[in-house]
C-alpha cells in the first residue's frame, strides 16, 4: 500500500527565509503527487502537482517542488517565505491510473513564520 | 457550484446523536471522497465514491458510518450514535480527473 512521510511536523522561518518541506513516498509506481496547503479553519488547497514531465514543478503563491525518482521524494520550496505562509502542508499520492482515485496524505508539516 | 459545498460548517450534538453532514460537489464531477481530519492527526481516508461503481468503503472506521450520493451528485455521510472520538472535521472532495480534486471547507463536528 502507498504511503507518505512528511518527517517535519514542525517548522519554524524567518520572514524572507527559504523554505524546504519535505515528502518521501513509497509505492510501486510513479504515482501522482500533491502538495495542498491548510490555513486555520479552512480547507485544503491545493499548491501543485506532479504527473510526468519536467520534475521541477511551479505552482502557485511562488510555490515549486521538485520530484526525485531515485529519493522518492517529492520536496516543497520556496525561495522567500511570507508571514502569510504560515499554515499547514500536506503532500499527497494518488495512483497513476488515469482516473480519480482517492489520495493518500502525509501527516502534515506546520509552518511558523516569525518576523 | 463553482466549489464543494459543505454544511453545515460547524455541528455540535450529544454523545450517542446521529448526525448527517452533507456534501455538494462540483457539478459534473465524477468522484467524490470523505476524508476526517482529527485533532493533531493527518487526513484519514473514509469512503469514495466513482461514477456509478460501487463506492469503496475501506476507510469507514466503524459501522457507525456511513454515506450515500444520491444521483451522482450530492452525498450525505452519517454517523450514527456519536462518541466523543468522531469529533473531528470532515471534509469532502470532488474530482473528474486524477489531477482535478477540489476540496470544501469542511464540517467541524464537536461531540459533547
Known amino acids: 500500500a502507498q504511503s507518505v512521510t512528511q518527517p517535519d511536523i514542525h517548522i519554524t522561518v524567518s520572514e524572507g527565509a527559504s523554505l524546504e518541506l519535505r515528502c518521501n513516498y513509497s509505492?510501486?509506481?510513479?504515482?501522482?503527487l500533491f502538495w495542498y496547503v491548510q490555513s486555520p479553519g479552512q480547507g485544503l488547497q491545493l499548491l501543485l502537482k506532479y504527473f510526468s514531465g519536467d520534475t521541477l514543478v511551479q505552482g502557485i503563491k511562488g510555490f515549486e517542488a521538485e520530484f526525485k525518482r531515485s529519493q522518492s521524494s517529492f520536496n516543497l520550496r520556496k525561495p522567500s517565505v511570507h508571514w502569510s505562509d504560515a499554515a499547514e502542508y500536506f503532500c499527497a499520492v494518488a495512483p497513476l491510473t488515469g482516473t480519480a482515485s482517492k489520495l493518500t496524505f502525509g501527516t502534515g508539516t506546520r509552518l511558523q513564520v516569525t518576523l | 457550484g463553482a466549489g464543494v459545498s459543505q454544511s453545515p460548517s460547524n455541528k455540535v450534538t450529544e454523545k450517542g446523536k446521529d448526525v448527517e453532514l452533507r456534501c455538494d460537489p462540483i457539478s459534473g464531477h465524477t468522484a467524490l471522497y470523505w476524508y476526517r481530519q482529527s485533532l493533531g492527526q493527518g487526513l484519514e481516508f473514509l469512503i469514495y465514491f466513482q461514477g456509478n461503481s460501487a463506492p469503496d468503503k475501506s476507510g469507514l472506521p466503524s459501522d457507525r458510518f456511513s454515506a450515500e450520493r444520491t444521483g451522482g451528485s450530492v452525498s450525505t455521510l452519517t454517523i450514527q450514535r456519536t462518541q466523543q472520538e468522531d469529533s473531528a472535521v470532515y471534509l469532502c472532495a470532488s474530482s473528474l480527473e486524477a489531477d482535478g480534486y477540489t476540496f470544501g471547507s469542511g464540517t467541524r463536528l464537536t461531540v459533547v
Open positions: 509505492y510501486g509506481a510513479t504515482p501522482y
